[in-house]
């Protein structure tokens, strides 16, 4: 089991950035591939961005390509995730992950199945982040 411990979170105007960090301890941390998700009061937990833990494949959401950038620290055991241009709709508690989902060879499969919620083993508590317009 990995413990996961969320931070970064908090109140920021349309157009800004925030960097989230989530500290892994327990298990070895290279060995898992890192996911952040997020939720919205009313609506389903959602894939934001993810990092496999063998060869640092990103992968993202298209409602946040080109704006966020997930990347891990194996020697801190950490994963970030750079947030700019921040919009409204970005308003969610933010999740960190971890998996044991590895490259397929397929980037696509691969993506699919980091999408779903269920195919990782250990969750974060969230950290709330508020883009006001």
């Known amino acids: 089991q990995v413990q996961l411990v969320e931070s970064g979170g908090g109140l920021v105007q349309a157009g800004g950035s925030l960097r989230l960090s989530c500290a892994a301890s327990?298990?070895?941390?290279?060995?898992?591939?890192m996911g952040w998700f997020r939720q919205a009061p009313g609506k389903e937990r959602e894939f934001v961005a993810a990092?496999?833990?063998?060869?640092?494949?990103?992968y993202y959401a298209d409602s946040v390509k080109g704006r966020f950038t997930i990347s891990r620290d194996n020697a801190k055991n950490t994963v970030y995730l750079q947030m700019s241009s921040l919009k409204p709709e970005d308003t969610a508690v933010y999740y960190c992950?971890?998996?044991?989902?590895?490259?397929?060879?397929?980037?696509?499969?691969?993506?699919?199945?980091?999408?779903?919620?269920?195919?990782?083993?250990?969750w974060g508590q969230g950290t709330q982040v508020t883009v006001s317009s």
């Open positions: 990092i496999t833990w063998s060869d640092s494949i990103t």
């Open positions: 992950a971890a998996g044991r989902v590895t490259y397929s060879g397929s980037y696509y499969y691969t993506r699919g199945r980091l999408s779903r919620p269920g195919e990782y083993e250990d």
């Open positions: 327990g298990r070895t941390f290279s060995s898992y591939s």
